[in-house]
């Protein structure tokens, strides 16, 4: 199963802080009491500042394919211990 982000948008004055993260965890929680083993995230801003997405994204475990970024959640309890707590 595959959940999908179709846009992820964080307000400009919330980038840099830890609203972005801690959406993102709520996301694949969501995803993994959904069942899911994938999850799929596509930016709102249709690549622009890609670099400073990437980073974002890949530093939580995401692979980049274009401007989507993947992970593989692999169950609920693994991906527990497999991430970092945002606080």
């Given at each position: 199963l595959l959940t999908a982000n179709a846009?992820?948008?964080?307000?400009p004055?919330?980038?840099g802080t830890l609203v972005p993260a801690r959406l993102l965890k709520?996301?694949?929680d969501w995803s993994i009491r959904n069942n899911a083993v994938f999850?799929?995230?596509h930016t709102a801003n249709g690549g622009y500042n890609l670099g400073r997405n990437a980073r974002f994204f890949t530093g939580l475990g995401y692979t980049i394919?274009?401007?989507v970024f993947f992970k593989r959640l692999i169950d609920?309890?693994?991906q527990a211990?497999?991430?970092t707590a945002v606080a």
């Open positions: 846009f992820f948008y964080v307000l004055e919330r980038r709520a996301f694949e999850i799929e995230m394919s274009g401007n609920g309890s693994q211990k497999d991430s």
